[in-house]
């Protein structure tokens, strides 16, 4: 039965991909077929009807459109111009100045507001014109600004880190902002040392150094858009405020700072509530239809035997690891980032908690894993914007991309396989 319900389920899925349906109905139908394998047809719909309304029911899940929120008043507010005038000054006289301002930048603005998206496209916009004027490549630029947009993702405030608390059933999401600081600087770091190697081999320009009261300058400008990172984060961790409070915060402290900029109207705001509101009911859409899937897997008892079939093939903690990242690369080829955490974590939990991982750790692995995903066709949602906003094709940015891939890829292998790269901090402030 269980092997019926998993051939139902995987296959009734890429069918109604391959179909053109959008993926939180894809993930809600596939769910239903399954679930009749065991259920009556009006049994099976009433089921995954209830199964999605109570998936939303969490107060934890109203984090997700405020930061989305946030995130928006932050790309109106003129945040980007500033944190790029700061990353200017720090790299750009390195090789490849521009690509590194783009990566800094870009991992500072998906921290600020939360999404890759929201990053890729303003920095695309910005900085991909003045990339151009300078002699670099427009795909070259392209590539940096899709793999480091995605950044953003793992270091908090992370909506991605909320599903998966979530998802895992209650790991607490304040060591979850805390631990995704240095995985995400530390494959931000080897995004800039591979960017700034292809750039010198490239022979691409170096801007002039910045005086020391352009540097001081540009920081305090960058001050009230970094000051949120503190606000947010310190409040969660010293226990100020839990992480859906933060997030009321970070929008009326974005509004405001938008406000003091003379960056947004009051105008504006029809606008940006739009905007918005459509990203909040796909991303809770995708929720609620992947939390009936998640029911449906537990109902049907796959996630135990698949957990089963993966310790049977080797009780090895390094073979174990290496598996679910194999896996975890793959699905982020087809599936989107929150369903694939939602659908995945009830999957790979028991199995790296069985083995010794931190379920803190393995919440880190898995985003990163699925970053990459974001950056690889067919479903990669940050590739599209990236390309799209570069005004190239998928075909010309794959080989400046390739290289930037293998940076996150060994990034993501020392994040493995060393944990205290991912549970030092939490572990320093008692978590």
């Keep these: 039965m269980e092997l019926l319900a998993i051939c139902i389920l995987v296959l009734s899925f890429f069918v109604f991909i391959g179909l053109g349906t959008p993926v939180a109905w894809s ?9 009749l394998v065991s259920l009556p047809s009006l049994a099976a719909v009433t089921t995954i009807a209830q199964r999605m309304a109570t998936g939303l029911d969490s107060f934890a899940l109203l984090a997700i459109p405020f930061f989305v929120l946030s995130g928006q008043l932050m790309t109106h507010g003129g945040i980007a111009h500033r944190l790029i005038r700061f990353a200017k000054t720090l790299v750009g006289t390195l090789p490849g100045g521009l690509a590194l301002i783009n ?3 870009a991992m500072m603005m998906g921290a600020i507001a939360g999404s890759a998206m929201a990053s890729a496209s303003a920095m695309g916009s910005i900085l991909g014109p003045e990339m151009e004027k300078e002699g670099y490549d427009k795909e070259y630029g392209a590539a940096v600004n899709i793999t480091s947009a995605t950044m953003g993702l793992v270091i908090p405030p992370s909506n991605v880190l909320i599903v998966y608390s979530l998802a895992s059933g209650g790991v607490s999401i ?7 600081y240095l995985p ?15 750039a010198k081999r ?8 910045s005086s020391f009261k352009e540097v001081i300058s540009s920081f305090f400008h960058a001050i009230p858009s970094l000051l949120l990172l503190v606000i947010v984060i310190g409040g969660i961790v010293a226990g100020f405020f839990t992480a859906t409070e933060a997030s009321a915060v970070a929008v009326l402290y974005t509004f405001l700072l938008g406000w003091f900029y003379k960056e947004i109207k009051i105008k504006d705001l029809s606008k940006i509530l739009l905007e918005s509101s459509k990203t909040s009911a796909i991303v809770l859409l995708l929720i609620a239809a992947s939390m009936s899937m998640s029911w449906v897997m537990s109902y049907e008892n796959i996630p135990q035997n698949l ?37 995945f974590t009830p999957i790979f939990l028991p199995v790296v908690k069985s083995i010794g991982i931190d379920p803190v750790q393995f919440g880190i692995i898995m985003v990163v ?5 974001l950056c690889t066709p ?32 060994f990034a993501l292998g020392l994040i493995t396989f060393f944990p205290q790269i991912t549970l030092w901090l939490p572990h320093k402030f008692g978590f």
């Design 184 to 198: 995400g600087l530390l494959t931000g770091s080897f995004l800039i040392i591979v960017a700034a190697l292809w």
């Design 27 to 35: 993930i809600a139908l596939s769910s239903f077929f399954t679930l």
């Design 103 to 105: 990566i800094i930048s």
């Design 174 to 180: 304040a060591a979850l902002f805390l631990a995704g």
């Design 307 to 343: 957990s089963d079939f993966l310790l049977s093939i080797s009780d090895n903690k390094i073979v174990i690891l290496l598996l679910i990242n194999l896996i975890l690369l793959f699905i982020g080829i087809f599936m989107d980032m929150t369903p694939a955490v939602l659908i």
């Design 378 to 409: 067919p479903v990669g949602s940050v590739l599209f914007v990236g390309v799209g906003i570069a005004q190239t094709s998928i075909e010309k940015v794959i080989k400046p991309l390739l290289p930037l891939f293998i940076a996150m890829i």
């Design 369 to 373: 894993n699925l970053c990459i995903g």
């Design 202 to 209: 490239k022979g691409y320009p170096i801007s002039q150094r």
